[in-house]
Every structure is written in C-alpha cells, then in structure tokens.
C-alpha cells in the first residue's frame, strides 16, 4: 500500500508540474487546502476516490494512469483522448437543445392553438438548461462550475416566476422582492464554493 502512495504521489507531483499548476491551484480546483495537496504529493495521505476523479479529470487521465509507472508517453493508453471531451460537449449540448425545442414546441402550440403568446418560457428554459449542465457537470465538470451554474439557476429561476406574474396579471401585479430572495441564496452558493477540506 506504502508504494501505491508513493506511485500515486509521484504521478500527481509529475502531472501537476507537466501543466505549470501550483499546489494552491489544485487545491482551489478540488476545494481542499494547499496542505492536502502537499501530503498527497509526498505520498503521506491520498484523497478520497472522488477527488482523485476530480482530479484525473482536470489532469484528462484516468485513474489507471496514476496507479501506473512510468513516463507520461508510456502511459498514453490511460489518457483520456481529446474526442471524448468533444463528445461530453456534444451530448450536453445535444440535451440542452432537446429543452429548447422543448420549449419552441410550446410556445408555437400556445401561439397558434389558444392564441396566448407566452413568451415568459423562454425564461424557464434557462434554469432547466442549468439543472441538466448541474447533472454533467456532476458527471464530467469541475466543481468550480458549480457556483456559476447555481447563480444562473437561482436568478433566471425568480426573474421566470416575476416575469410570469407580471404577464399573466396584465402588469396588475409588481413583485419586484421576489429578488430578494436571490441574495441570501447566492451569499449561500458563495460561501459553499469557498468549502475546503483539510
């Protein structure tokens, strides 16, 4: 086990310095300190098994590629290959196109059938399209997505319920406060980010 550390502490130090990356510039990626980062680097401890994905991730390797030895032309075979990162681009944006054809289809329908030009769905879009970039980015991301993800979501969700409270009420009703509630929320997201782990 000592030597599998010590393997996987020799990789990380060779792939962090491979890319020019500091250790505060992991540790900011996975959210954990400069200390952690050093002692995996020395082989004292190992991040858990998610944070060596995370990390494998930023790094395009897989996890085979620091369990292995050798030199980083030795190992191609467990380097992720360019295409399959152009092929999560394609599948989130292929996705991300389904709701919005979803929402055209709508929109149309509404349109043309029940003469009601709902245009406040465009809005709705947005915040769908965030819960399905939420659940790639889970997948394949980096958590530092998250909080830019999270701030889409939170905003376009509140400016989508006020908008259609003010279309469907004629512009009767203005509850602007709504985006009050927004701050604490993004205050929160904020905080969340800045989470290490030690």
């Not at 494998?56 to 292995?68: K, M, P, R």
């Not at 830019?148 to 939170?154: D, E, K, L």
């Not at 409270?165 to 009767?172: D, V």
Request: proline content about 3%.
């Amino acid at each position: 086990m000592s030597d599998l550390k010590k393997l996987i502490a020799q990789n990380l130090v060779e792939l962090r310095k491979s890319r020019k990356y500091t250790q505060q510039d992991i540790a900011n990626m996975v959210q954990y300190s400069d200390k952690a980062v050093s002692k995996w680097e020395k082989g004292e401890s190992l991040p858990d098994i998610e944070v060596l994905y995370q990390i494998c991730n930023i790094y395009g390797v897989t996890l085979d590629y620091l369990t292995h030895d050798g030199a980083y032309d030795e190992k191609k075979e467990y380097v992720i290959p360019q295409s399959e990162f152009r092929n999560r681009i394609i599948i989130t944006a292929l996705f991300s196109s389904i709701i919005w054809m979803g929402v055209i289809i709508v929109y149309v329908y509404q349109n043309l059938y029940q003469e009601f030009n709902n245009w406040p769905i465009f809005i709705w879009a947005v915040p769908a399209n965030c819960v399905l970039l939420w659940f790639f980015n889970m997948k394949w991301g980096r958590r530092k997505w998250f909080i830019v993800i999270g701030s889409i979501f939170v905003w376009t969700l509140i400016a989508g319920l006020y908008l259609q409270i003010l279309y469907t009420s004629h512009f009767e009703y203005n509850y602007w406060m709504l985006f009050l509630i927004g701050i604490p929320i993004q205050v929160a997201l904020g905080l969340l980010t800045q989470l290490r782990h030690y």
